[in-house]
């Protein structure tokens, strides 16, 4: 059985509102068996996606004058267009489609890191909990993990697919997005609690079971978890509404960088720090 | 606008069970001030690369990596592979007026006794060395303060090389060009900007770096003395968190590798770390 994969990308850097890297990738890459062969081939189509995408994701760059602003566009031959927008302004960034990028670039001026003392519980607001689940219950599929136990409230849609980077990757089970939802959870608020807003990163090691989330911006300043999935899924204690867009998980796994959309409710957690 | 750098190129990589082949040519250059790379797009990559015909390179790559795979799958017997990646490349570039050819060789495995991972990073299959490190893994026990004599196996001081410039007496190695298409002179290796560039690939833009670095050998290393033979992650600053084999004892321990005792006079050997990198014994 034979498997083409198409793709046209362009990769451009922004440093308050003026271009300074841009980037044209395109290329084929087709499967038989176990052997993939790839090369740059241009599909004039793709490439014409890409650049449309990109003409108006530039007309807004204006509006950016003190980020630093990545676009990716990426036209591939399953009819996809994605455009994403990493958005970085003091260190601290989002990752966003254009038509939110505004709102979630006001998100970065916002009231930053409070200096409340590092305890209690952890209030997870904007749908930071999906970067949380993402690691905790995403990768971990990603890696046929054991089931660990997650409360009966909480259902976590994160379907996989084989998916890659660029045409000279190898593909891989990854994420699609992950969408966490609460039916009829408790929800009371921690007196003692730290409210997170912005999340810098995170990990799943798959040997150890261990999840890594750095936080960016909350009440209590920067500050990095580390915990067992277990452990995680023990420590969910609540959740309210709605799941809410996170801005942003660009997944690296096996350095190929995928974007993943994620949403969640505002979450609890306690016990993690 | 800057010179044009130009890369044509194919390489061959085995992943995990799959090999994939890619051919590509491309270029980049800079121009007000806008750094720019894309695809040479007026011929295929094929046509442009004096590389054997793709199909026996490749059948002969895929024999050659899987008999390296079933080596090494057999040296490590004790232990788990979690991940295994090799690839061959040959590329021309052309810049500045300058054309020069690179063949290059990778192999990535990391080795896994939960909670330990070791870390190798080589530029060929070497079996001895992955199975040396394969049965150490094997017996590891638990965390060890480090030992107050260290000896750095050549794959890893190779990793912490490029975190002691400007504090260990070392040079670059000369030979061949760099990413903007100038000689690769040797020279003491300072805390001063590097006369150099580093251009991994044609859509990077390229850096000041030191290349190919090898540190200068002095004192006397104590064949006796515990070995760190493999790293058990990433080198972090001159952090190292390494597999310590003393004795009978393995166990896995986290040394700060600041200061250099001795380095060996034997044959240092090249590793793919930053822009290259000699490994050869260490004491601390």
């Known amino acids: 059985m034979t498997d083409t994969f198409a793709i046209a990308s362009r990769d451009e850097l922004w440093l308050r509102g003026m271009l300074v890297e841009s980037r044209l990738m395109h290329g084929v890459a087709t499967q038989r068996g176990d052997v993939i062969e790839a090369s740059d081939a241009r599909d004039d189509e793709l490439v014409r996606a890409c650049d449309s995408a990109t003409e108006k994701t530039r007309a807004a760059m204006a509006s950016f004058r003190d980020a630093r602003v990545r676009i990716v566009v990426r036209a591939t031959n399953d009819g996809d267009v994605e455009t994403t927008m990493t958005i970085a302004v003091d260190g601290v960034s989002v990752v966003t489609m254009p038509s939110d990028a505004l709102a979630d670039y006001e998100l970065l001026h916002r009231p930053r890191n409070g200096a409340a003392p590092l305890r209690g519980a952890i209030v997870w607001h904007n749908g930071s909990a999906a970067v949380l689940l993402h690691e905790a219950f995403g990768h971990a599929s990603e890696h046929d993990a054991a089931p660990v136990a997650w409360p009966s409230w909480l259902s976590i849609e994160a379907p996989l697919a084989s998916r890659r980077e660029t045409f000279r990757d190898v593909p891989l089970t990854r994420m699609t997005r992950l969408v966490a939802r609460q039916t009829d959870a408790p929800f009371a608020l921690p007196d003692e609690r730290i409210e997170v807003q912005l999340v810098a990163g995170g990990g799943y090691d798959p040997m150890t079971d261990i999840v890594t989330v750095d936080v960016a911006v909350s009440s209590a300043g920067p500050f990095t978890i580390r915990h067992s999935r277990t452990e995680i899924a023990a420590s969910l204690t609540g959740a309210s509404g709605e799941p809410i867009r996170y801005p942003g998980v660009i997944c690296s796994r096996e350095g190929q960088e995928l974007y993943v959309a994620s949403h969640a409710p505002v979450m609890i957690t306690d016990g993690l720090i | 606008m800057t010179e044009v750098y130009r890369k044509f190129g194919r390489v061959v990589r085995y992943e995990n069970g799959i090999v994939i082949s890619v051919s590509e040519a491309g270029e980049a250059f800079e121009k007000d001030g806008v750094f720019q790379a894309r695809p040479a797009v ?17 059948a002969a790559f895929v024999a050659e990596t899987q008999t390296n795979v079933a080596q090494t799958l057999l040296s490590v017997r004790s232990g788990r592979i979690e991940r ?44 001895e060395t992955v199975a040396t490190i394969a049965d150490a893994l094997a017996r590891a026990g638990v965390e060890r303060d480090a030992p107050k004599r260290l000896r750095l196996a050549p794959n890893v001081s190779a990793a912490l090389l490029p975190s002691l410039i400007g504090e260990l007496a070392m040079e670059q190695s000369g030979g061949g060009f760099d990413g903007r298409g100038r000689p690769i002179d040797t020279r003491a290796v300072t805390h001063d900007p590097p006369p150099n560039w580093y251009r991994p690939g044609y859509a990077v833009r390229p850096v000041r770096a030191w290349l190919n670095i090898r540190a200068l050998p002095f004192g006397r290393i104590d064949p006796d003395a515990p070995a760190g033979i493999a790293l058990l992650e990433p080198v972090h600053g001159t952090s190292l968190r390494v597999l310590c084999v003393d004795g009978d004892a393995v166990f896995p321990t986290t040394v700060d590798a600041s200061h250099i005792a001795a380095v060996s006079r034997a044959e240092p050997v090249w590793y793919p770390y930053a822009a290259g990198s000699f490994g050869a014994e260490m004491m601390l």
């Open chain 2, 84 to 127: 295994l990646i090799a690839s061959a490349g040959t590329a021309k570039h052309e810049t500045n007026g300058s054309k020069w050819t690179e063949e290059s060789r990778r192999v990535h495995i990391s080795l896994v006794n939960p909670p330990l991972r070791a870390l190798i990073d080589l530029a060929s299959f070497d079996v």
């Open chain 2, 42 to 58: 007026e011929e295929p990559a094929q046509t442009r690369v004096s590389v054997p015909h793709p199909d026996p390179e490749l």
